[in-house]
């Protein structure tokens, strides 16, 4: 049974004679299935359709040689004509082929998809991790923040107490504990004022803060809340850390009073908490003149 010509089988199939051609000549007329798949391979392509400038091969005019004829073939042997079965079986034959490089180019395409799939998934992974690690990062930072901030606080408080020790030991040393040689005249040190229990209710409520304002002898005052159970002395080193020039530019100690009942505080009170005083939850305080000469 003769077989048609690669040419004529593309066509045969339904390609168009442009293309056909041009897919041998492209393949350098290595037969059928190599111009199948270039033609599978390009159908897509905006130029599948135009000529070739320079058609190769046999598509000029030139006799195909025997391996382009076929078995059986020669060069100058005239092509027998194929009956109407002959040729609906060939067609099938290539039908068949077509069919089968479509399945293989669908399977092709499917496994590249499932590749493209899964490196998305990986580079989603991937991103997902390094979004995380950033999160981590910024919250070891914050709670690093948070730490050192807590450390500088407390610093800042121990730095606080250790000048009120300071302050303590300075004044013991030197005014040998006390400081009633130090009080001007008018203002004397009368005793502890007795409390009325008749007057006292059944339950006192606790404090945990105290109002201090302290009026200072150019006519100003300073205001600052302390707690309850903080000594005299932080209220008298507030008072020296932010008194002007005029008490003493930090020299001397500052002597406070109490507005009413009037009443100086030794040094040994200045060891006492503000509540033990009577001085919550608020009190006025009134900063001694230094006596003349």
């Known amino acids: 049974m003769a077989e048609l010509t690669a040419l004529e089988s593309l066509i045969e199939m339904g390609f168009p004679r442009g293309r056909a051609e041009k897919a041998l000549a492209l393949t350098g007329n290595q037969g059928i299935e190599a111009a199948m798949d270039w033609l599978m391979e390009h159908e897509d392509d905006p130029d599948v359709d135009e000529p070739l400038a320079n058609p190769l091969g046999h598509i000029l005019g030139r006799e195909p040689t025997p391996t382009e004829q076929g078995p059986g073939s020669a060069v100058g042997e005239s092509k027998p004509i194929l009956t109407e079965e002959e040729r609906q079986e060939q067609t099938k034959r290539m039908l068949e082929l077509v069919a089968q490089k479509q399945r293989e180019r669908e399977e092709r395409e499917e496994r590249e998809a499932l590749e493209r799939e899964r490196q998305r998934r990986r580079q989603g992974q991937e991103l997902s991790a390094a979004r995380q690690r950033l999160q981590e990062d910024e919250m070891r930072r914050a709670a690093e923040e948070r730490r050192r901030e807590k450390a500088e606080e407390l610093a800042a408080r121990q730095r606080v107490r250790e000048k009120i020790e300071r302050d303590k030991a300075e004044r013991a040393k030197k005014y040998g504990g006390h400081m009633g040689s130090q009080s ?93 005083l009577g001085l919550v939850p608020s009190a006025v305080l009134i900063v001694a003149k230094k006596c003349p000469g």
């Open 184 to 276: 001007c005249p008018p203002t004397t040190e009368p005793g502890p004022v007795p409390s009325s229990p008749s007057k006292e209710p059944p339950t006192k409520r606790e404090y945990d803060q105290c109002r201090i304002q302290v009026r200072l002898p150019d006519g100003s005052s300073l205001t600052q809340t302390f707690r309850a159970r903080e000594q005299l002395a932080a209220v008298r080193l507030y008072v020296e850390l932010h008194r002007g020039e005029e008490l003493g530019g930090g020299q001397d100690p500052v002597q406070l009073l109490s507005g009413f009942p009037r009443r100086a505080f030794s040094e040994a009170d200045m060891e006492r908490p503000l509540q033990e």
